[in-house]
């Protein structure tokens, strides 16, 4: 399993807790753990590089365990407890200090948090967000103390009733003190606002520049935003189902995404166009690209031309559809002014025999 494991440029967590790695190159797809083992309760819900140099991986289950998957190994090399399930899941799983293995910090951040980021350039500080729980930023060095920024909500409307709030995802924008959200309501109070669709808006990432954010929604539609003049630069098609997670590469213009509907697809973020499309058979709730990987200077590849083929077999059903002869409904049924005439007719003629 550790050539497998170090053959994958993707790896994403099912529902069924399952670990998978996908390599675009060759177009395979394995799974790093005992399928016979399986249950809900080792569902994976966010995957986060151990260190730098991508060797370890960190998975955080349903049940509040953190497994290190070893590159190297191709196995599961440390399993911890971090919490007591029934207190709520995770919603993000960040590396601060890679010496430390015990309990350094604990913030209380409030009910209902739906994700948690980490600050890249400041790696102590974390940005918290959720229903009924607006958007806040702490300092892990000094925990006890009350968010470093906490963003406001919309004044009550008119029935002077609280506005809902919900932060479904976040980022931070390099090189700047500014912070993106996406919501599930349209409520924030933000410097600037951007809308997409009418359905809740459920992942982002940015690309590299931080001129832009890609984001997803319940319905499986992808778009990319400008965070300059606040436009939607375009929409990424191909999808079907609710986008879960999003990621940007962070040298390379491709966006990868998976959701409900079981697959993982690479788009290119210039042309907008599916480059690789892979189904893994189960539900997925996460994904992370291994950036250093080579395979990813050889852009589509092989994968581009597996989806091309199946855009031009869609086409060429669409086209036989489209040319084949309409058979019409023989003995339809007489409309009502039609019986009215004929009835008409026949009392003529018999009134007419009646006359001979």
Known sequence: MADSSRLCSVFLGSETGILKGVSLSRKQAFNFCNTQHLSRDQEVRVLVWGDRAETDLLLGARDGSVKTFSLEKGSFTETRSCGDPQEGGFTGLEVWRESSSDPVAEVITGKNVSRMRQNPAQRNKMATGGKENGLKIWDLENPKNPPVFSAKNLKDDWLDLKRAQWVRDIAFIPQSEKVVTCTGYHQRRPVMEMEFGDHPLTALSLPTGGTSVVVGNTRGEVAVLDLRKGLVRGVLKGLCGGVRALQCHPSLPIVASCGLDRFLRIHSLEDRKLQH???LKSRLNCLLLASQREEWGGGAGAGGEEVKKEEEE???????????????????????????????????????????
């Open 277 to 279: 499309k892979v189904y």
């Open 314 to 356: 869609e086409e060429e059903e669409d086209e036989v559809w489209e040319n084949m002869e309409r058979v019409e409904e023989q003995g339809k049924r007489k409309s009502t002014t039609e019986e009215e005439e004929e009835e008409e007719t026949l009392k003529k003629k018999k009134s007419k025999k009646g006359e001979d």
